[in-house]
C-alpha cells in the first residue's frame, strides 16, 4: 500500500512540477525551471523504476502544454516510443516556439 502512495505522489509532483517548469520558462524565472525540472527528473525516475512510467499517460489529454511537453520528452527517453496518436503536442510546440 505505501508503495502505490508513493507512485501516486510522484506522478502528482511531475504534473505540477511541469505545469511550474512551463509557467517559469515562460517568466524567465530560471530559478524555479531548474527547481520544476528536478522535481520532474526525479518522478520521471522513480515511477520508471517502480514500473509504473506508463501511468503518466493519463496526463496526455492534459490542458498544460507544459505536461504534454514532459510527457513526450519522458516517454521518448525511457519508452523509446512516440506518441503518434498524441502528435498534436508537437504542432503545439512548433506553434510555441514560433
Not at 502512495?5 to 530559478?31: D, Q
Not at 520528452?73 to 512516440?82: A, D, E, K
Request: charged share 25%; glycine share 2%; net charge positive.
Amino acid at each position: 500500500m505505501e508503495s502505490l502512495k508513493k507512485i501516486e505522489t510522484a506522478y502528482r509532483k511531475f504534473e505540477e512540477a511541469a505545469i511550474k517548469h512551463a509557467e517559469a520558462t515562460e517568466t524567465g524565472n530560471y530559478t524555479q525551471a531548474n527547481k520544476s525540472y528536478q522535481v520532474i527528473a526525479k518522478s520521471a525516475r522513480y515511477l520508471k523504476e517502480t514500473n509504473s512510467i506508463k501511468q503518466l499517460s493519463k496526463l496526455l489529454d492534459s490542458e498544460s502544454v507544459g505536461v504534454r511537453i514532459w510527457l513526450q520528452h519522458i516517454f521518448c527517453l525511457f519508452l523509446n516510443v512516440m506518441l503518434c496518436k498524441y502528435c498534436k503536442v508537437l504542432q503545439v510546440v512548433i506553434i510555441f516556439i514560433r
